[in-house]
């Protein structure tokens, strides 16, 4: 599987790219803004996009939706909890200084133990409450995609709208702590690290 990472936007979040090696079937996961560079990125491994993905409807993961589902014609998938919040990201950007294009519905929405398919690859969604009502981790053998639910040494933050620390606590101690320990875990802001790693020195779970 082909994985890349871009750092995209003010608040510097992490937008993924999957593709699968043999079909060039690819998925582009949390694009919150420099749509130029993820179809850059895509056309330099000569990737076809099928789906684009938010783990959860937060402007600085999903502001790019518009300008590269114009592009790619990629189906949008989002948690039904969250797809709301897709029409509101004009209004959520301006409350940090900052500006967002409100993004287009989801074509699809997605729930918990869906699987998405691309190429020869599987995602299992995960529901993980708790950043967002609608927030989601994505699996594949023992690659995680953790979105804002999870991150190194720390958690996302649950004091915006639909968040809960409890809620958030819950999830991950349910939902991801359970996963082998060597799974990778590719975070929503910040470097990755693994399930293991974050058993033992997360203050948050401890």
């Known amino acids: 599987m082909i994985i890349r990472t871009l750092e995209v936007g003010p608040i510097m979040a992490n937008c993924y790219i999957l593709g699968c090696e043999e079909t060039k079937e690819a998925v582009v996961i949390d694009p919150g803004d420099e749509a130029d560079r993820i179809l850059m990125t895509l056309a330099q491994d000569n990737l076809k996009v099928k789906y684009i993905i938010n783990t959860h409807g937060h402007f600085d993961h999903v502001g790019a939706n518009k300008e590269l589902r114009d592009v790619t014609k990629a189906e949008l998938m989002i948690h039904a909890e969250d797809e709301h919040m897709l029409s509101e990201l004009t209004q959520h950007a301006a ?86 320990e060597d799974t990778i875990v590719y975070t929503g802001h910040g470097p990755e690290t693994t399930i293991g790693r974050e058993k033992q020195i997360n203050p948050f779970l401890s």
């Not at 519905?105 to 729930?111: E, G, K, R």
């Not at 409450?129 to 594949?140: D, V, Y």
């Open 95 to 180: 409350a940090f200084g900052l500006s967002a294009d409100d993004s287009p519905p989801a074509d699809i929405t997605i729930a918990d133990n869906d699987k998405i398919k691309f190429g020869n690859i599987t995602l299992k969604v995960i529901h993980t409450p708790g950043h967002s009502r609608g927030g989601i981790c994505l699996l594949t053998d023992k690659v995680l995609i953790a979105g804002d639910t999870l991150f190194a040494g720390s958690i996302g933050r649950t004091d915006l709208p639909g968040g809960d620390y409890d809620t958030l606590i819950s999830s991950i101690k349910t939902r991801l702590l359970v996963l082998d």
